[in-house]
């Protein structure tokens, strides 16, 4: 598809008028260059960062920023775009110093940062059209309490599974029939095994902690039927013996040789599979976009398919459902400003958003109804059958993100880390996991925080 065309839409007559009522920040606005300054002029200055995403996904944040500045002569947005693995160190040391930045992504729950007083809440900020048309699933992670605290950009499975076809083929492999349970894949990976060349291996599923972390809530779920803590969040139960199959599992990947001893890549990553150093790997809907964009060569020969879980069942807690919503940091200055631009780009006329969807091979879900629908209409959906795949057998059979704080996912993700690579024993290690997420509850005092939010 071509680049997106310049817009020039305007953001609404009474959100420019407010701009217009703050003081310009003139020259030397944090992270802006003496030509951003001059280009400025004397607009009011937003601040708007975003991680480092899929090469479409940065073609459309670069387009919308332009398209946005283009379009009216009150704000004007200074982007800067962040590594993914700087992001929580820059975060943080903006946040406190004081100059976080005006704007900002945030995937996941928002009720920690909303508990910390982190965001600014939306609903007086943007006209009440602007939450019409947002899906039921795109709301429940963007309110807290049924207040507005981000506005949702897209839904996204965190897991899927790709196969490289030709690999399967060669392995002597049915390469229209991926493997669906673990066993499976453990026969798999001992057909696909001689194949391979040095450095490459059959599967990526990654083996970093924070990685883990994310990645196999769903599959705690699944093997358990329970995530690591209390649903009324008040005792740990991370001992359950099904947690150490899952761990088991992941010991037999590592010391049979099937993933990689390190990561290949970042945690959110396809390019292993695309540079084909990896026969199958686990990823989220989004490697389709990076694979075509990046690495067109093999998607012809790439399948996609719900990722594979314990017992082949895969109509239930399949893969937990990612999202990025943007946010107005706490202590802006320039609010009204900041929601102009938000207006905009998320809420405004569905053709700033159409290319988002397109330009990303259909691999993640409009958090907008009206946007959904030109989505589908567009004519490149019926060329991207992973687009089916995605939406009929994947979206319906995941879960949520958990709202427990972020802590309890690491002390999963280092319990499976440790123990897959040897250093301790499964049973070992999910008690240490069971008394760190007991801390936690009590530091946190987590009870009360669940009691909150109520069911």
Request: charged share 20%; glycine share 6%; with cysteine.
């Amino acid at each position: 598809m071509t680049a997106p065309t310049r817009r020039r839409l305007g953001v609404g007559t009474a959100l420019l008028a407010a701009t217009a009522l703050l003081a310009a920040c003139g020259s030397g606005t944090p992270g802006q260059t003496a030509d951003e300054d001059a280009e400025a002029g004397d607009r009011e200055v937003v601040e708007f960062w975003h991680h480092t995403f899929t090469t479409p996904e940065n073609e459309w944040y670069e387009q919308a920023v332009e398209d946005f500045n283009a379009s009216q002569d009150e704000v004007f947005v200074n982007e800067t775009v962040v590594p993914g693995d700087a992001w929580d160190e820059k975060m943080t040391a903006a946040q406190a110093a004081g100059t976080a930045p005006d704007v900002y992504p945030v995937p996941g729950r928002l009720n920690d940062g909303v508990r910390l007083g982190s965001y600014l809440a939306l609903d007086d900020l943007l006209p009440a059209e602007a939450f019409e048309q947002v899906t039921d699933a795109a709301a429940e992670i963007s309110q807290v309490d049924g207040t507005w605290y981000g506005y949702p950009l897209l839904l996204e499975p965190q897991r899927v599974l790709y196969w490289n076809k030709e690999i399967f083929t060669e392995a002597g492999l049915d390469p229209e029939s991926p493997p669906t349970s673990w066993d499976e894949l453990y026969e798999a990976c001992e057909q696909i095994q001689p194949v391979l060349a040095d450095g490459q291996f059959c599967i990526e599923t990654f083996s970093d902690q924070d990685t883990l972390a994310w990645s196999t809530v769903a599959e705690q779920m699944h093997v358990a039927g329970h995530l690591p803590i209390s649903e009324d969040w008040t005792t740990a139960d991370a001992t359950d013996p099904a947690y150490e199959e899952l761990i088991e599992h992941y010991t037999t990947l590592y010391s049979e040789g099937y993933i990689p001893r390190q990561s290949l890549a970042a945690g959110n990553s396809a390019a292993p599979f695309g540079e084909e150093k990896v026969a199958m790997i686990t990823q989220g809907s989004w490697g389709m976009s990076e694979l075509v964009a990046d690495y067109p060569e093999v998607v012809d020969h790439t399948g996609v398919a719900p990722t594979i879980t314990s017992d082949g069942d895969q109509t239930e807690s399949l893969t937990t459902v990612g999202n990025f919503k943007w946010v107005l940091d706490a202590n802006s200055d320039n609010a009204e400003a900041a929601a102009a631009f938000i207006a905009y780009a998320l809420a405004g006329d569905t053709d700033v958003l159409l290319p988002f969807f397109v330009d990303t091979q259909f691999t993640k879900a409009p958090a907008r109804e009206d946007v959904a629908e030109a989505v589908n209409a567009d004519p490149g959906a019926a060329e991207a059958p992973w687009s089916e795949v995605i939406t009929e057998d994947v979206v319906p059979y995941t879960i949520g993100e958990p709202l427990y704080p972020w802590d309890v996912n690491v002390a999963m993700g280092l319990a499976i880390q440790q123990s897959m690579m040897g250093d301790v024993a499964p049973a070992d290690a999910l008690a240490e996991a069971d008394a760190t997420i007991e801390q936690i509850i009590e530091r946190e005092d987590l009870p009360a925080n669940r009691a909150e939010l109520g069911d």
